[in-house]
């Protein structure tokens, strides 16, 4: 796949995994899957946190991974947005700084109007000035979404970017991702454990357990046929 | 009062700091962040300055640095002067006594940074030296003015290493402790006294001054 975003890793150790997917622009593939299955990993692998013993990782065009050709492009050098469980704002810096961190590749003095355009766009126009900690929790999580576009990247990662705040904000913050996907060109792979998440999110899904992908496919498709009792057991859907 | 080992004190004092704090950031920064099976060997090692008494560690500096030793005649040979009982010398010495001093709050700093941080540093697009600087710099400020603290004050008051390397030598290796010792044994308690009390004013200031300002620090962080 010319564009988009095509993964394939494997390893034995420390923990097995095996996975292999491809992801088109402007597509939200969802990982599902209970603790400990391999999908954040498979996430952190995208985003050259972690190095699978073998795999071809490209996106875009760029080979990002190919062990075979040792290839293993560093984190920075991928332009992956990643939106991180815990935020990982930094905790120095306001809503604004913080967006602007990811802009460094822009000239100087463009930076700010980009950011707060970001932060527009997520609907915090009016918090910039505002350091995380004075941010309420989903505000947070908008502030990281905003960080992870700013670098125009060519692959949005999110790992359970609603598990941190309560049933209310999450529903607010699936609507907004709703209407956010719909303008995002490039294609998002979505780590989540809810299936409300996959249903109105994710246009295909991996089920994955043990660090294998049990099944994939079209959301409503799998939904709909799970393959076997196990998925449909991870699925919730028995 | 003996301006002169109050003031070789300072300079000690400073020039250690000086030299040694960026080091220790360097080193500090690899140990939190290394998986090395030998961290714990490493850490061992960086610790045992802190345990082991003055004067055994004094005893292998001397051994280490003297005429007979080979980076005693290498230092020597390049800058034509010893290394035992000159302020170099006891420069040196300061250094590797206040490794603990330095890199245990520096690591342990930029341990609570923790990997997220560098992590969505790195997803921004930041190297190495940007993300150092930008990011685990200003969190680990803290921690690196404590360890600040921390080697100054104590080369102010160390007294067995460098009476063993330095010995009391006025305007070259008398420090302002030793010129303490000097006045006890010269039963000027009066002047012991007030050296006593500058030691002590400084010292105190010296901490208090890094709790408030790792303390405002902290609060503007959240």
């Known amino acids: ?238 | 009062m003996d301006w002169e080992a109050f003031a070789l004190s300072l300079r000690l004092g400073a020039l250690t700091v000086l030299l040694l704090i960026p080091l220790a950031i360097l080193a500090g920064r690899a140990l939190a962040v290394s998986r090395s099976r030998g961290k714990p060997a490493i850490e061992a090692l960086v610790m045992l300055p802190l345990v082991l008494p003055p004067t055994v560690l004094g005893f292998y500096l001397l051994s280490g640095f003297g005429a007979g030793s080979f980076a005693g005649r290498a230092f020597e040979a390049v800058f034509g002067t010893s290394l035992v009982f000159t302020f170099e010398g006891l420069l040196l010495a300061s250094l590797i006594v206040n490794i603990p001093f330095a890199m245990q709050p520096i690591q342990r700093a930029f341990e609570a940074v923790g990997p997220e941080l560098r992590e969505a540093s790195a997803s921004c697009g930041n190297g190495w030296w940007r993300s150092l600087w930008r990011i685990e710099l200003p969190l680990a400020w803290p921690g690196i003015l404590t360890g600040m603290a921390l080697t100054f004050a104590h080369t102010l008051g160390e007294f067995g290493v460098v009476l063993m390397v330095g010995g009391s030598i006025p305007g070259e290796t008398r420090t302002i402790s030793i010129a303490i010792y000097d006045r006890v044994q010269a039963f000027d308690d009066a002047a012991a006294g007030e050296m006593a009390a500058v030691l002590l004013v400084i010292s105190l200031a010296t901490i208090a001054l890094t709790f408030f300002l790792t303390q405002r620090i902290g609060r503007r962080h959240g």
């Open chain 1, 1 to 238: 796949m010319d564009k988009g975003l095509s993964i394939r890793v494997a390893q034995a150790a420390p923990f097995p995994l095996e996975a292999a997917f491809d992801v088109a622009p402007g597509e939200v593939m969802a990982l599902v899957g209970p603790s400990g299955s391999g999908k954040t990993t498979v996430l952190r692998s995208i985003a050259g946190f972690h190095k699978p013993q073998q795999g071809r990782i490209v996106c875009n065009g760029v080979t990002w991974l190919d062990s075979a050709a040792h290839v293993s492009l560093a984190p920075r050098e991928r332009r992956a947005g990643f939106v991180f469980q815990s935020y990982a704002l930094f905790p120095h810096m306001t809503a604004l700084e913080n967006v602007m961190e990811a802009l460094s590749d822009r000239p100087r003095g463009d930076r700010e109007e980009a950011a707060r355009s970001l932060l527009a766009r997520v609907h915090l126009g009016t918090h910039g000035e505002r350091r995380p900690a004075e941010l309420s929790g989903g505000e947070q999580q908008r502030v990281a979404v905003a960080r992870a576009l700013a670098r125009r990247p060519d692959v949005l990662l999110m790992d359970e970017p609603f598990s941190a705040v309560d049933r209310m904000t999450r529903r607010k913050l699936r609507q907004e991702l709703e209407e956010l996907r719909r303008e995002l060109p490039m294609p998002v792979v979505l780590v989540t454990h809810d299936l409300d998440d996959v249903r109105r999110l994710a246009d295909r899904l991996c089920v994955m357990h043990k660090g294998r992908i049990l099944q994939s496919g079209k959301t409503a498709e799998v939904l709909a046929n799970p393959a076997d009792q196990t998925i449909a057991d991870l699925l919730d859907i028995g």
